[in-house]
């Protein structure tokens, strides 16, 4: 198996049972996106905990594509226990990351890395970075 069969069975993993899915109880901080275009529709549910700014919680609800559903389940296990300042610039490294113009030295967790493939394809980054958006809604 080489590193893009992995990769897609990754993607197809996280599509087909996401991580984190479903409406939290408790009191958190939720943004919508949506794609009118393709009808990917995620909500982002976010708990950040103070005085750290730590994001402590993280869910999500939707529908869409396969890679949508992928990267909203992908980006709820990579941003737990992160920083809201890390956040913000995890948002910016990855958009940059999938669009190819990621910048020298930009971290990127790997993680994340399966979701490279969507590069090739400039009508789906915005089916990848969606959820992302609706997470920038939410952090202050």
Avoid at 36 to 47: A, H, L, W
Avoid at 53 to 74: K, N, P, T, W
Avoid at 115 to 130: H, I, M
Wanted: glycine letters at 6%; aromatic letters at 8%.
């Amino acid at each position: 198996m080489d590193i893009q069969d992995l990769y897609q069975e990754i993607i197809l993993d996280h599509s087909r049972h996401p991580r984190n899915f479903g409406k939290p109880e408790g009191e958190f901080r939720e943004a919508e996106g949506s794609n009118p275009s393709c009808g990917d529709s995620v909500r982002v549910f976010v708990k950040i905990g103070f005085p750290h700014q730590l994001i402590e919680d993280v869910h999500f609800l939707g529908r869409g594509c396969a890679i949508c559903m992928a990267s909203a389940s992908l980006m709820t296990e990579v941003v737990r226990q992160k920083k809201v300042e890390e956040i913000k610039t995890l948002i910016e490294n990855f958009q940059a990351f999938l669009t190819g113009k990621e910048k020298r030295n930009a971290e990127i967790p790997e993680e994340l890395f399966p979701l490279k493939g969507v590069r090739q394809f400039p009508a789906r980054v915005k089916c990848a970075l969606l959820p992302w958006h609706a997470l920038e809604k939410i952090i202050p």
